[in-house]
């Protein structure tokens, strides 16, 4: 075999085993009940997406009164070509929802896994330009002060920002975006950033040793109280999470089930969600088959906009769905 093949069979190998392409356990049916998910059509950033997200909250039951809310937004790295970091039209819309829904505290939160300036970055993503009194919202969780949680896959404890863990309720702003190892990245894989880099370096060495799924699937466990609101308005497909292109898809997504949200983004981007192991690993604490979400608003039919992968993922079969759901 020669040498280019050899690396493409190697690398096929290693992703099919990571994305859990061989042989599967059978997917878990999710606890009881059934979870919403809203679906909204925004066309650009300069849509009122306060309002959307008023009717996305009411649609899915949200309760924030009296709670201290914690966002995080996606800021992983930052290229003004291209569409890495969570918009900051997003963010601002978000505190207005949660400040309005009678929240008692509404403060910002991210540690970046790549770069280590994170207010730098904040400002050229125009995060401190364009959201009001930023320095006293932030706190940056890579160096944030820190304690220990109890057991976190096979590691006895986990060094967890106090910022995070004194949260009553975390919102994932994630953005929709593929990643070139899980497949997708979304409302769980942006909890990364809650894992502090001043204990676990950068990018986040100990949760790449533990592994990307299970260390997705492991946040989720450890918090519970969360909620997401994922920007789709503009995307990234291909090389993602940072290198890929920009992708116009026009929606935001929410909803408190994490599995349910990130399955839906998966559904909209064309890729079937019971290929990706992290949404395995996890379905046991959300829903994760179509017929166990309630899509409010807008159906997937009516938004799906395919995204492009990179061709790594294609060869493992990484399979896009072959009907469109929730027309």
Request: hydrophobic share 45%; glycine share 12%.
């Amino acid at each position: 075999m020669k040498r280019r093949g050899f690396l493409q069979a190697s690398i096929g190998g290693a992703a099919a085993a990571h994305l859990g392409c061989g042989s599967e356990p059978p997917l878990s049916t999710g606890p009881p009940g059934r979870s919403s998910v809203t679906i909204l059509k925004a066309a650009s950033y300069s849509a009122d997406l306060l309002d959307l997200m008023r009717r996305g909250a009411a649609l899915c039951g949200l309760d924030a009164k009296g709670k201290r809310v914690l966002l995080k937004p996606n800021l992983v790295e930052f290229a003004s070509t291209t569409a890495i970091n969570t918009h900051v039209a997003v963010i601002a819309a978000a505190i207005e929802l949660f400040s309005g829904l009678g929240a008692a505290e509404v403060l910002i939160g991210e540690g970046p896994g790549h770069r280590r300036d994170t207010i730098g970055m904040a400002e050229d993503a125009d995060y401190r330009g364009g959201i009001a009194k930023f320095d006293s919202l932030f706190t940056d969780l890579n160096r944030d002060d820190v304690s220990a949680h109890r057991g976190f896959a096979d590691l006895p404890e986990i060094y967890l920002p106090n910022t995070a863990l004194r949260a009553d309720l975390i919102v994932s702003l994630a953005k929709m975006k593929t990643h070139h190892w899980a497949g997708a990245t979304l409302s769980m894989k942006n909890f990364f950033g809650l894992v502090p880099g001043s204990v676990y370096g950068w990018p986040k060495n100990q949760l790449h040793q533990v592994g990307i799924d299970r260390s997705i699937a492991e946040l989720q466990r450890v918090f519970p109280r969360s909620f997401a609101i994922v920007d789709g308005i503009v995307g990234m497909e291909g090389n993602g999470p940072i290198q890929g292109i920009p992708k116009q898809s026009g929606v935001l997504v929410m909803g408190g089930d994490l599995v349910a949200v990130d399955s839906t983004c998966c559904r909209i981007m064309g890729i079937d969600p019971e290929r990706l192991e992290y949404l395995r690993l996890t379905a046991g604490r959300g829903h994760l088959r179509a017929e166990q979400i309630d899509q409010r608003a807008e159906s997937i039919g009516a938004v799906r906009t395919d995204f492009a992968l990179i061709e790594s993922l294609k060869v493992l079969r990484l399979l896009r769905q072959t009907q469109v759901l929730g027309v």
